[in-house]
């Protein structure tokens, strides 16, 4: 099949960026998207061209790493996917596909589709953790038993493979999504309690400080995370970041 | 030269306890006043920078993806093993080691596997402690699963994301570290060179490859957990960035290479589609519990399928050939993966593989959902189920057992593997060797030390499933930060390192002129042509079946790509800025060195074991014949300026709690 593409091209960071027209044709509907724009790239290099940069590793769906925001979409059409994961199938003979990369003022553009998500560690970084030192000299695993309905939870908020589609999706360009799966592992595990309330303030103030907007409940990250984090987990941030607020620091 | 291995005396169980013991320590005082780099941040290095920062050494740990939590110990599905005996089935410590001993194919060394057993129930209580969500049963304590190659339940699990559970429970202890300022973290940075100083290793030389900028890190001590070289192969079960380059470069500064050419072939992949493709998906080992694998038994069958004119589901009980059952009876679909691997070839070698390419073999799941749905029928009371109730039964037990492979291979081929057998190959997953380590991990450079699937010593010729994130763990947690200590202990006293030294002169001035070298070129032809040519010849004649004469062949082939990449590759773009197709250059240039040694390795070891199996060493029957009176040593391999003139260095494999026996599984 033969597709129009419209990439953006930025320059590095500095640059100010515009949207280039390509032609591809004889696209194999049995490719992943990723591997058309290598088939793209290697046609580019042989005219001289740049190739586009675009942020991708294990092609597998869970690094978290690929990141294009196509035809409207985060990671393009489909429910529960990744760019990489992501099929030309999903596409029609003589479409034209859109193709960008995460906007978002915590984002910055390094190089074409390449973004900087550094504002993702920085607020694990703030208290995305359990504090307990690395000396096995802890007690055995059986000693701390978890409700199997907790450890469920838990494991499903974990999935979370920090791509930023929720922050991509959102107009508010919210990261709400994304630290409440990591505040609700810990919220519901006996591990995490200790330190719960202090890591929900730590960890929302840090969000604010890196310009992520406000949530108003629209669902968009939801409805286009690629593992499926639920929104309820929004709701046991608010709850846990209420209980934290009204309560005195330690 | 002359190896040592170091292992500490006295009875095996003893040498770990008795050795931390007597090691010499640093001093919280002097612990901060030590540097020390850590390159990647897979399950190896994100918990041993973790847990060195912990300790109070100043550390620095690289990655060049866009952050720690991407490396690719994320990807690993099945589950990690440990020792604990929670299932009551006789496990310990001696079994671990020896299941590991036996499925490593009597190539590695007793005392290191003895140690990682012994610390892998640590693991898990750590994991825990820092809130990894395991799978848990209806009392709320641990579950556990079997893998190949085991007589127990040992291996713990997080459903199919087992790698990314442990690998974010690593990175949130180094976060912990970075938030305190312990752990200075390099996202987007490659290690493009090692300085080594009056033979001591002291640091490197790392590219921003979001900048281009080029920068001289100085540490008392470096450690590589730096993942596998399997890319060398083009297409694998690697991410695209994995590479073997850290590992290369500490070659070429003096580092031994150990056993190179063992490289584990795992069965389950998703097949290749096209000259396109990329990479290989990976099915977890678990689907071979309840799929059976087969081919068609009658050639014409085969052959119909491959050209689009008949269905899998078309051919009849008695026309299929369930291969591995019919040449293994007692394992049947569970042999380990090296055995699986092969038969598969064999039959697609003979002409009856399926896929247009004939290169797959299916794995059919329709007799277990069968089975299931008749014991959930049976469970319900239904009297006189319908086939097609007995089929929906059966689906609702698979799915719930391996829901998310069955998700993936749908997304992934566009097929519903519930109704029509997965079409599978044979694909490179891991690498078992590496560089070289003594029994604290330290390569020969003094302080350089290797961690996880960069180094050798733990898994032989043969990893067996769940052992890898087993090892990547005992390395950082618990083995590395206790061992560098032995040597740190030395440096106290050498002050901070000087980075204006001739040492990082020379070496910035080695790394900037290849840079310049690849960006000049201005050639004709991709670097992705020449990866790909590369992973042909490697895959063809250094694969899952390997002779002589295809080596010897192989050596000359890689010689004559390698100076054509060099005269011809085209990098396009600038060196000072981000550019993806420079940092790829990079990295295939190194495996064109590396691909020529492990052909070497392959050529020099005249026997059949684990994943290397070299058609000359088989039985009548085609099984692998190992030579333990002349192969029982570890190939280490001293860069000499080129890579097939590498000079050997044996060191030899010594069992005294392990009889060496023959692996069968018929």
């Given at each position: 099949m ?27 509907p049995?490719m ?9 790239n ?12 675009f ?6 769906g ?17 429910k ?6 992501l ?31 550094g ?16 000396s096995g ?78 949530c ?6 939801e ?23 009204l309560?005195?620091?330690? | ?7 500490p005396?006295g ?27 850590v ?23 690289f ?40 499925g ?19 693991i898990i ?21 079997s ?15 087992t ?42 030389i790392?590219?921003?490859l979001a ?30 960035g ?6 290369w ?10 056993n190179p ?6 069965p ?24 059976r694998?087969w ?5 014409k ?37 090296d055995v699986?691997?092969r ?9 009856y ?13 329709s ?13 319900m ?9 007995i ?34 190959y044979?694909?490179?997953h ?11 991990l ?27 994130l ?8 618990f083995v ?7 040597y ?93 197709e ?15 040694l ?58 005294e ?10």
């Amino acid at each position: 099949m033969n597709l129009t593409l419209k990439i953006w091209r930025q320059n590095g960071p500095d640059d100010k960026g515009h949207m280039e027209t390509y032609p591809v044709s004889d696209v194999n509907p049995e490719m992943s998207f990723l591997e058309m724009i290598d088939v793209l790239n290697e046609k580019l290099i042989a005219e001289g061209k740049e190739p586009v940069a675009f942020d991708h590793d294990c092609r597998e769906g869970i690094c978290g790493m690929c990141s294009m925001f196509i035809n409207g979409e985060a990671h393009g059409p489909g429910k529960r996917i990744t760019t990489c994961q992501l099929h030309m199938r999903s596409f029609n003979d003589g479409e034209t596909v859109i193709i960008e990369p995460w906007r978002a003022a915590a984002f910055p553009v390094i190089k074409d589709l390449v973004v900087d998500r550094g504002a993702f560690d920085r607020i694990q970084q703030a208290g995305g953790y359990v504090s307990v030192n690395t000396s096995g000299n802890t007690i055995d695993a059986n000693a701390i038993p978890v409700p199997k309905r907790d450890a469920d939870r838990a494991f499903d908020a974990a999935t979370c493979i920090g791509c930023g589609a929720c922050v991509a999706s959102c107009k508010n360009s919210s990261a709400m999504l994304f630290v409440s799966a990591k505040v609700s592992q810990f919220a519901l595990l006996p591990q995490g309690k200790v330190e719960a309330k202090d890591r929900v303030r730590k960890m929302v103030k840090q969000m604010d400080l890196e310009g992520f907007g406000n949530c108003t409940n629209t669902g968009a990250c939801e409805a286009e995370c690629p593992v499926g984090i639920s929104l309820e987990n929004i709701a046991r941030m608010n709850r846990e970041y209420m209980g934290a607020s009204l309560s005195s620091p330690d | 030269m002359k190896l040592d291995a170091r292992i500490p005396a006295g009875p095996l169980e003893k040498k770990w306890s008795s050795h931390k013991s007597n090691i010499r320590l640093v001093s919280p005082a002097n612990k901060r006043n030590i540097d020390i780099v850590v390159i990647g941040t897979g399950l190896a290095g994100s918990s041993a920078a973790a847990s060195l920062a912990e300790m109070g050494y100043r550390v620095k740990a690289f990655c060049f993806q866009d952050s720690p939590r991407r490396a690719h110990s994320i990807a690993a599905q099945g589950g990690i093993n440990a020792a604990k005996n929670y299932q009551n089935d006789g496990d310990s410590t001696y079994r671990l080691f020896y299941d590991t001993i036996k499925g490593g194919d009597y190539r590695s060394r007793e005392a290191n596997v003895y140690r990682l057993a012994e610390v892998s129930a640590n693991i898990i209580d750590q994991c825990v402690a820092q809130g990894v969500p395991f799978a848990r049963d209806y009392g709320g304590l641990l579950d556990n699963r079997s893998f190949g190659g085991v007589q127990v339940s040992r291996t713990f699990y997080a459903k199919g994301q087992t790698g990314q559970q442990l690998l974010l429970g690593a990175y949130s202890a180094l976060n912990r570290q970075i938030g305190k300022g312990n752990v200075k973290m390099y996202n987007r940075h490659e290690m493009m060179d090692i300085v080594v100083e009056d033979g001591k290793a002291r640091g490197i030389i790392a590219r921003n490859l979001a900048t281009g900028e080029i920068e001289r890190h100085g540490a008392h001590a470096v450690l590589l957990a730096s993942g596998g070289y399997g890319n060398v192969f083009f297409l694998s079960t690697n991410a695209m960035g994995s590479n073997g380059s850290a590992a290369w470069k500490a070659h070429r500064r003096g580092a031994l290479m150990a056993n190179p050419c063992f490289t584990q072939i795992h069965p389950t992949c998703i097949p290749q589609s096209g000259e396109y493709q990329s990479k290989l998906t990976l099915m977890s080992e678990s689907l071979r519990n309840d799929g059976r694998i087969w081919v068609p038994k009658n050639k014409k069958d085969a052959e119909a399928i491959r050209a689009g004119q008949m269905k899998p589901t078309d051919i009849k009980e008695e026309d299929r050939d369930y291969y591995l059952e019919r040449r293994y009876p007692s394992f049947g679909n569970l042999v380990p993966r090296d055995v699986a691997s092969r038969a598969a070839k064999e039959r697609c070698d003979e002409g009856y593989g399926v896929n247009a390419t004939g290169q797959a073999v299916y794995l059919d799941f329709s007799s277990a959902i069968e089975r299931y749905g008749k014991t959930e029928a049976n469970q319900m009371g239904l009297e006189n189920p319908s086939r097609e109730k007995i089929i929906e039964l059966g689906e609702k037990v698979v799915e719930a057992k391996y829901g998310n492979l069955f998700e993936m291979y749908q997304k992934i081929k566009d097929v519903n593997p519930y109704k029509s057998p997965m079409m599978i190959y044979p694909a490179v997953h891991y690498t078992m060797g590496g560089i070289w380590v003594d029994y604290n991990l330290m390569t020969n450079i003094p302080g350089l030390y290797a961690l996880g699937e960069a180094n050798f010593s733990d898994h032989g010729a043969n990893r067996l499933g769940a052992s890898a994130l087993m090892q990547g763990l005992a390395d950082g947690y618990f083995v590395a930060p206790y061992t560098v200590g032995d040597y740190l202990a030395d440096e106290i006293r050498t002050g901070d390192i000087d980075i204006n030294s001739d040492a990082f002169v020379q070496t910035e001035k080695d790394v900037v002129e290849r840079i310049d070298k690849l960006i000049n070129n201005k050639g004709t032809k991709t670097v992705d042509h020449y990866h790909r040519a590369l992973g042909k010849i490697m895959w063809d004649k250094c694969g899952m079946a390997r002779n002589a004469e295809g080596l010897k062949e192989a050596i000359v082939e890689i010689q004559a790509l390698r100076e054509e990449f060099w005269k011809e590759v085209n990098v396009p773009g600038r060196k000072d800025m981000y550019n993806p197709e420079l940092d790829k250059a990079g990295r295939v240039a190194d495996f064109l060195e590396l691909g020529e040694l492990m052909c070497l390795d392959a050529l020099t070891r005249e026997e059949s074991c684990g994943g290397h199996f070299r058609e000359e060493h088989q039985t009548e029957e085609g099984e692998a014949m190992r030579d333990d009176k002349n192969f029982a040593f570890a190939s280490c391999w001293k860069y000499t300026g080129e890579p097939s003139k590498a000079e050997l260095i044996k060191e030899e494999l010594t069992f005294e709690n392990v009889e060496l026996k023959t692996r069968s599984y018929k």
